[in-house]
C-alpha cells in the first residue's frame, strides 16, 4: 500500500486517509500479539485499513496516469515509487531469518524469487516474505489493467469494471472452492510476461499491444490463480469504486455504479464456498466494508477543511509503517516473549514503545530510503527536452 509524497492541500485528505489506513493495519497485528485484550471482533481493523487504501489507490492513481499522459513516466514513477523499500524490506527479512525463520507459505524455488519480482505475490499463489505484501499484488494487477485501458482510450469508463469486478466476486464465490490454477508455473510465467511486457511500454516499442497483454494477464490470474479469487476480485471492485468516485466528482460519471458495486462486494462472501474466516462473517464483513465506505465518503466530505497534521505525517510515511512494522513487531516480540497472559501494566508500556519504535524506524526508512528513489524517479521520468536544431536549420529560424 504506497504511500504518497506530500501532496497539493486540495488532496490532503488522500494522505489522512493513508495515515488512517496505516494505523489500522499497524493495531491489527499489534494487538493479537501484545494487548489481546484490546483487539475488536466485531469489525476487522487489518480489512478495513487495507479497504481504505485500495479506495484511496482507485481514486487517484488513474489520475495520476492521465495527468501525466504518459504510461513510460508512469511506470518510472511507480518502480522508483515502490521497489527500493520493498526490496529493503526483504533484505530485512531475509537478514532476520537465522533467528526469526521466512514464512512457511514463500516457496524456496525460482517461483519465490518470480513472485516477488513481480509483485504478483498473492495473485499466482506465493505467499511474501513479509505478511503485509499481499496487498501489492492486487495494487500491480490495478496499475496493469489501467494502463492497458489507458492505452486503448477506455479509461474513462471506470463504472464498467467496477460493475464487471463485482459480479465477478460474486460469481467465482458460489462456484469456485479454490483457485483452479496452482503450482510454479503461473509465478514463472507472469514474471517473464512482466518483464517483457513492461520493457516495451516503458521502450515505447508496441506499447499498446504489451499494455494489453499485460492487463489480460493481470485479470487472467486474479480470477483464475489468486489465493482466494472472489475476494481478488472483491478488492479490484473497490479500487475502480474510488475511480468511478473520482469520476463523479469530476462530473464525467454517475454514482449507480458506486452504489451497484458496493451491494456486490458486501454479499461476495455471503454463498461463497471459501469464506471460512471469522472476518467474512456477514455481520464483521458488512460492518468492515461500510466503515470504510463511510470513512472515505467522510474525509472527502472534508477535504476542503485543515486535517491534523500528525495524521497527515502519519500518511507521509504510510508506506513505510506499513512494510516496516509486522518484521519490526515479529523482532520485538522475539525479544520481550509472549505477552498475551501478561498483566496490562506491562502490555500497555511495551505496546506504546513498539509504536514508537516503529513509526521512528518508518520515519528514517521514509526519508533515506523512499524520499530520495522517488526524487530520482522524477528527474529520470521528467519529459524529455527536445534537442537543440542544427544552426542555420529551418526549424531554428
Given at each position: 500500500m504506497d504511500?504518497?509524497?506530500?501532496?497539493p492541500?486540495?488532496?490532503?485528505?488522500?494522505?489522512?486517509?493513508?495515515?488512517v489506513?496505516?494505523v489500522?493495519?499497524?493495531?491489527?497485528?499489534?494487538?493479537?500479539?501484545?494487548?489481546?485484550?484490546?483487539?475488536?471482533?466485531?469489525?476487522?481493523?487489518?480489512?478495513?485499513g487495507?479497504?481504505?487504501?485500495?479506495?484511496?489507490?482507485?481514486?487517484?492513481?488513474?489520475?495520476?496516469?492521465?495527468?501525466?499522459?504518459?504510461?513510460?513516466?508512469?511506470?518510472?514513477?511507480?518502480?522508483?515509487?515502490?521497489?527500493?523499500?520493498?526490496?529493503?524490506?526483504?533484505?530485512?527479512?531475509?537478514?532476520?531469518?537465522p533467528?526469526?525463520?521466512?514464512?512457511?507459505?514463500?516457496?524456496?524455488?525460482?517461483?519465490?524469487?518470480a513472485?516477488?519480482?513481480?509483485?504478483?505475490?498473492?495473485?499466482v499463489?506465493?505467499?511474501g516474505?513479509?505478511?503485509?505484501?499481499?496487498?501489492l499484488?492486487?495494487?500491480?494487477?490495478?496499475?496493469?489493467?489501467?494502463?492497458a485501458l489507458?492505452?486503448?482510450?477506455?479509461h474513462r469508463?471506470?463504472?464498467?469494471?467496477?460493475?464487471?469486478?463485482?459480479?465477478a466476486?460474486?460469481a467465482?464465490g458460489?462456484?469456485?472452492?479454490?483457485?483452479p490454477l496452482?503450482?510454479?508455473?503461473?509465478?514463472?510465467v507472469?514474471?517473464?510476461?512482466?518483464?517483457?511486457?513492461?520493457?516495451?511500454v516503458?521502450?515505447n516499442?508496441?506499447?499498446?499491444t504489451?499494455?494489453?497483454?499485460?492487463?489480460?494477464?493481470a485479470?487472467?490470474?486474479?480470477?483464475?490463480?489468486?489465493?482466494?479469487?472472489w475476494?481478488?476480485?472483491?478488492?479490484?471492485?473497490?479500487?475502480?469504486?474510488?475511480?468511478?468516485?473520482?469520476?463523479?466528482?469530476?462530473?464525467?460519471?454517475?454514482?449507480?455504479?458506486?452504489?451497484?458495486?458496493a451491494g456486490?462486494?458486501?454479499v461476495?462472501?455471503?454463498?461463497?464456498?471459501?469464506?471460512?474466516?471469522?472476518?467474512?462473517?456477514?455481520?464483521?464483513?458488512?460492518t468492515?466494508?461500510?466503515m470504510?465506505?463511510?470513512?472515505f465518503?467522510?474525509?472527502m466530505?472534508?477535504?476542503?477543511?485543515?486535517?491534523?497534521?500528525?495524521?497527515?505525517?502519519?500518511?507521509?510515511?504510510?508506506?513505510?509503517?506499513?512494510?516496516?512494522?509486522?518484521?519490526?513487531l515479529?523482532l520485538g516480540?522475539?525479544?520481550?516473549?509472549?505477552?498475551?497472559?501478561?498483566?496490562?501494566?506491562?502490555?500497555i508500556?511495551?505496546?506504546?514503545?513498539?509504536v514508537?519504535?516503529?513509526?521512528?524506524?518508518?520515519?528514517?526508512?521514509?526519508?533515506?530510503?523512499?524520499?530520495?528513489?522517488?526524487?530520482l524517479?522524477?528527474?529520470?521520468?521528467?519529459?524529455?527536452?527536445p534537442a537543440?536544431?542544427p544552426?542555420?536549420?529551418?526549424?531554428?529560424?
Amino acid at each position: 500500500m504506497d504511500g504518497a509524497t506530500t501532496m497539493p492541500a486540495r488532496l490532503a485528505w488522500l494522505d489522512a486517509l493513508r495515515g488512517v489506513g496505516a494505523v489500522a493495519v499497524l493495531a491489527e497485528h499489534l494487538l493479537p500479539w501484545v494487548v489481546p485484550s484490546l483487539r475488536p471482533y466485531w469489525f476487522n481493523l487489518g480489512l478495513y485499513g487495507v479497504l481504505v487504501f485500495f479506495l484511496v489507490s482507485g481514486y487517484i492513481i488513474p489520475t495520476s496516469l492521465e495527468r501525466r499522459g504518459d504510461v513510460r513516466a508512469f511506470w518510472i514513477g511507480r518502480g522508483f515509487r515502490l521497489y527500493p523499500l520493498y526490496l529493503a524490506v526483504i533484505g530485512l527479512v531475509l537478514a532476520m531469518s537465522p533467528w526469526l525463520g521466512v514464512r512457511e507459505t514463500v516457496p524456496r524455488d525460482a517461483s519465490g524469487v518470480a513472485a516477488h519480482a513481480t509483485m504478483l505475490l498473492d495473485v499466482v499463489g506465493v505467499g511474501g516474505v513479509a505478511d503485509t505484501m499481499w496487498t501489492l499484488s492486487y495494487e500491480m494487477v490495478f496499475y496493469l489493467l489501467v494502463t492497458a485501458l489507458f492505452a486503448t482510450g477506455t479509461h474513462r469508463r471506470s463504472g464498467v469494471p467496477a460493475v464487471a469486478f463485482g459480479v465477478a466476486a460474486v460469481a467465482e464465490g458460489l462456484l469456485l472452492a479454490a483457485a483452479p490454477l496452482t503450482g510454479v508455473w503461473p509465478a514463472l510465467v507472469s514474471c517473464a510476461v512482466f518483464l517483457v511486457g513492461l520493457a516495451c511500454v516503458v521502450a515505447n516499442r508496441f506499447r499498446t499491444t504489451a499494455a494489453c497483454a499485460l492487463g489480460f494477464m493481470a485479470v487472467a490470474l486474479l480470477l483464475s490463480s489468486s489465493r482466494t479469487p472472489w475476494f481478488g476480485a472483491a478488492i479490484l471492485a473497490v479500487m475502480f469504486t474510488g475511480t468511478a468516485i473520482h469520476r463523479w466528482e469530476q462530473g464525467t460519471g454517475g454514482l449507480w455504479p458506486v452504489a451497484v458495486t458496493a451491494g456486490l462486494v458486501a454479499v461476495s462472501p455471503i454463498w461463497a464456498i471459501q469464506a471460512g474466516w471469522w472476518w467474512v462473517q456477514p455481520r464483521v464483513w458488512l460492518t468492515t466494508v461500510a466503515m470504510a465506505g463511510v470513512t472515505f465518503a467522510g474525509a472527502m466530505a472534508l477535504r476542503r477543511r485543515r486535517l491534523p497534521r500528525a495524521l497527515l505525517w502519519l500518511g507521509l510515511i504510510s508506506y513505510s509503517l506499513y512494510l516496516v512494522h509486522h518484521p519490526l513487531l515479529k523482532l520485538g516480540t522475539k525479544i520481550t516473549g509472549d505477552l498475551r497472559w501478561s498483566p496490562l501494566s506491562v502490555q500497555i508500556p511495551v505496546a506504546v514503545t513498539f509504536v514508537a519504535l516503529i513509526l521512528a524506524a518508518s520515519w528514517v526508512t521514509y526519508r533515506f530510503i523512499e524520499k530520495p528513489m522517488q526524487n530520482l524517479g522524477r528527474r529520470l521520468s521528467a519529459p524529455r527536452a527536445p534537442a537543440a536544431p542544427p544552426a542555420g536549420s529551418l526549424i531554428g529560424k
